[in-house]
T-cell receptor
Framework: EPEVTQTPSHQVTQMGQEVILRCVPI?????FYWYRQILGQKVEFLVS????????KSEIFDDQFSVERPDGSNFTLKIRSTKLEDSAMYFC??????????????FGPGTRLTVL | AQSVAQPEDQVNVAEGNPLTVKCTYS??????LFWYVQYPNRGLQFLLK??????LVKGSYGFEAEFNKSQTSFHLKKPSALVSDSALYFC????????FGAGTRLTVKP
């Protein structure tokens, strides 16, 4: 069964450093998403991406964050200058349709980001 | 603002007994409601969704959920719990972006 994959599973970085989290969505999917989950808290929406553009983003997704689909298979989340409060589990998701918000999303296993 | 609430952090049931994981929602307009499950070291897996139609929705692994508009609830149920159902369960609502509840940890004891 096809699945979303994410690398690395765990990333440790120093505050102020840039990190890139990588995701490989399911191959025929067209809609891509990033979420984060701070330990013990809710899963929070960050951004959605379709047709090489951001379609929606939350207030969390500020100028420190960016997303890219560099090569038709990978979908990346970049954090330019990490802060301690960026420590969280980051989930990538994809969907083959997004008609009126009715379609389920398929999630990767997550990348645990630890900022020291 | 749209949101979901899962009032129970933890639910414990004995194997073979029915289980219910509660979810209530607050949205303006028609809600699109989802249940996801998370096993250790895995991503969220889709279980079922309510879009429209029959209030009782059947999903994966024998789970079902009942949409109740008057009570603004979307509780997840299973008639007979298995030990392997032990996991973290998330309710979510979508009007635009997906909003998740805080999660409920289900423990099924043999």
């Amino acid at each position: 069964e096809p699945e979303v994959t994410q690398t690395p599973s765990h990333q440790v970085t120093q505050m102020g450093q840039e990190v890139i989290l990588r995701c490989v969505p399911i191959s025929n999917h067209l809609y891509f998403y990033w979420y984060r989950q701070i330990l013990g808290q809710k899963v929070e929406f960050l951004v959605s991406f379709y047709n090489n553009e951001i379609s929606e983003k939350s207030e969390i997704f500020d100028d420190q964050f960016s997303v890219e689909r560099p090569d038709g298979s990978n979908f990346t989340l970049k954090i330019r200058s990490t802060k301690l409060e960026d420590s969280a589990m980051y989930f990538c998701a994809s969907s083959d349709r997004d008609s009126l918000w009715q379609d389920e999303q398929f999630f990767g296993p997550g990348t645990r980001l630890t900022v020291l | 603002a749209q949101s979901v609430a899962q009032p129970e952090d933890q639910v414990n049931v004995a194997e073979g007994n029915p289980l219910t994981v509660k979810c209530t929602y607050s949205v303006s307009g028609n809600p699109y409601l989802f249940w996801y499950v998370q096993y250790p070291n895995r991503g969220l897996q889709f279980l079922l969704k309510y879009i429209t139609g029959d209030n009782l929705v059947k999903g994966s692994y024998g789970f079902e959920a009942e949409f109740n508009k008057s009570q603004t609830s979307f509780h997840l149920k299973k008639p007979s719990a298995l030990v392997s159902d032990s996991a973290l369960y998330f309710c979510a609502v979508r009007v635009g972006d997906m909003r998740f509840g805080a999660g409920t940890r289900l423990t099924v004891k043999p």
